[in-house]
């Protein structure tokens, strides 16, 4: 955190592809966008299929005197979607262009994670593995 908070503003930005104040996407002029590096894009994610990366964020960060970070949580149909969005995040490479790994990834380490099934939610017939809940 305190090298992220060393960083004017408008690096900030360039980072995560957003504009701090109203979260806009950041166009770094001419209509070019955010820096292919940007969070922004090297986390949207097309599919050898030609589908794009559709996932459900809800992320908690903490702090405490100790430490900071998120628990990164998404929801997605399929581990292999968020698999593709982390690796592209990792890779120094977009479709095949090398435009240098996710720039979020100098800010922090990850440390754990899982994969949860989580059923989905009906009001008529239950739903698939509730008996697990009873
Ligand atoms: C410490 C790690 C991370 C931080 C601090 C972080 C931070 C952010 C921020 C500030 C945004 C833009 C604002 C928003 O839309 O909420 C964002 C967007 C996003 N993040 Fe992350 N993120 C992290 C890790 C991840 C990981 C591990 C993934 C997926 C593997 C991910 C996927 C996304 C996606 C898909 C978006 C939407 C892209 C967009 O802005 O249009 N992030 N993240």
Redesign the pocket.
Known sequence: MAEWERLPVDEQERV???RKAD?A?LDIGGGEGAPLDS??EK??VTMADGTE?E?L?R?F?YADEREA??L?V?FVRDPAQ?EA??NQ?VSPATNGRHVGKDA?ER??T?VAGGYYFVPPLSDRDGYIGDFFFA
């Open positions: 995560v592809g957003r979260s996407p969070h922004k986390s949207s990366v996932m964020r992320s960060p970070g998120l990164f998404c968020y969005v982390k995040m979020i800010f922090y990850a």
